[in-house]
């Protein structure tokens, strides 16, 4: 919206900063952060009142976190999904066909969430949406998305996979791009939502992956740096960094009270929008697989459930302690903050890696 200020500008005075992606970036962060200081606190005295015991906790889970976690509120997601959009639409260019794409895959996913939410802490129940309900809605949602970016996306792309390091390589998918990209966006969505276990474990990594794209997202949307960096040229991408910067300034807005001991718990509302809005993002720039490595610790915890439930039900055994792998190393003995930290330092090497294969080829 802040964009159009540009037409007041002789090309010479302050209006012409918002020409800049990089300074509606830098707006869209503080916009955002500044947002989830502001309401931080009053929607999380709203939600104790409206929830009473706060989200139930899973019997079978580790024990500890009946006692400690029990009664503490969750839909802490509204508070970064208010930040992004808020942050979004102030900031980016709204003639952006890109912006609406990732949005409505964000606010998607987390009317997806926000229900499921809902429903478990209204009957006090862990079992809120049915899962193929849930799994139905998403694969809809993300087939929409993945459709609309095959139509934005050049005519020599559309329809095409991208391979990292090999950059004069095109998979053609013909039709199977459209459920390819499905399964990126649904995956990424439900990914995060399995690693969103422990206080401050699913946000920060979020907030990595979330930069990493927002950056390859801005170099593929500049003709001047694919060419530099030998990499498809999709235009009008870049103003996707400032979604990817509005989510780091909500994100770290979130974590104020998210972290250990959390006040708030994102819930589903939160992970599923920030799941399928990075899985948008990499069907967007054509860096799907490059999401598979940025996003490397959420593939291990999907991974490890799927791992755990295949094995089981064929031997009546299991592979880890407890899935996902995060409850893994609590049966282990690791302190909740050693595997925050220690995931969050996996989830910065693994985002340089991802940054990496803009170079190497």
Same mark, same amino acid.
């Given at each position: &919206? @802040?964009?159009?200020?540009?037409?007041?500008?002789?090309?010479?005075d302050?209006?012409?900063?918002?020409?800049? %992606?990089t300074f509606r970036a830098g707006g869209a962060f503080f916009t955002a952060l500044i947002f989830g200081f502001i309401f931080g606190k009053p929607l999380i005295n709203l939600l104790k009142r409206k929830q009473g015991k706060g989200q139930p906790i899973r019997e079978d889970g580790p024990q500890s976190? $009946?006692?400690?976690?029990?009664?503490? *509120?969750?839909?802490g997601g509204v508070l970064i999904l208010g930040a992004v959009i808020v942050s979004t639409l102030l900031w980016a260019r709204l003639d952006n066909p890109f912006v609406w794409l990732v949005l409505f895959v964000t606010v998607g996913f987390g009317m997806i /969430?926000? %229900?499921d939410d809902y429903q478990k802490v209204s009957r006090q129940n862990t079992n809120g949406v049915p899962a193929r309900v849930r799994f139905s809605i998403g694969m809809a949602i993300?087939?929409? +998305? +993945?459709?609309?970016?095959?139509? @934005?996306?050049?005519?020599?792309?559309? #329809?095409?996979?991208? =391979? *990292? %390091?090999?950059?004069?390589?095109? =998979? #053609?998918?013909?039709? &199977?791009?459209?459920?390819?990209? &499905? $399964?990126? !966006?649904? /995956?990424a969505a439900n990914s995060v939502n399995l690693t969103d276990g422990l206080d401050g474990l699913a946000i920060? *990594?979020?907030? !990595?992956?979330?930069?990493? =794209?927002?950056? %390859?997202?801005?170099?593929?949307?500049r003709v001047d740096f694919t060419q530099y960096l030998d990499v498809h040229y999709v235009p009008g991408t870049g103003e996707i960094l400032i979604f990817t910067a509005g989510l780091i300034g909500g994100g770290l807005g979130f974590l104020w009270y998210n972290a250990p001991p959390a006040a708030v718990f994102m819930g589903d509302t939160g992970s599923l929008a920030m799941g399928g809005a990075l899985g948008a993002i990499a069907v967007a720039t054509k860096h799907e697989i490059v999401l598979a490595i940025v996003g490397g610790l959420f593939v291990v915890e999907a =991974?490890?459930? $799927? !791992?755990?439930? /295949?094995y089981y039900k064929a031997t009546g055994k299991r592979v880890f302690l407890m899935a996902p792998i995060h409850h893994h190393f609590e049966h282990l003995g690791w302190k909740e903050p050693q595997i925050v930290i220690r995931f969050w330092i996996i989830s910065l090497i693994l985002a340089l890696i991802g940054l990496a294969t803009l170079k190497v080829r």
């Open positions: &919206m @802040l964009y159009w200020l540009t037409l007041l500008s002789d090309g010479g302050v209006f012409n900063l918002f020409r800049y %992606i976190h $009946i006692l400690e976690k029990a009664g503490t *509120p969750t839909m /969430g926000f %229900i993300a087939a929409v +998305a +993945a459709y609309w970016a095959a139509t @934005l996306h050049p005519a020599d792309l559309s #329809n095409q996979l991208a =391979l *990292p %390091i090999f950059k004069d390589t095109l =998979l #053609n998918l013909s039709f &199977m791009f459209v459920p390819f990209g &499905m $399964i990126v !966006i649904v /995956g920060m *990594p979020v907030m !990595i992956a979330a930069g990493t =794209l927002g950056v %390859i997202a801005y170099a593929v949307g =991974l490890s459930v $799927i !791992i755990q439930v /295949g």
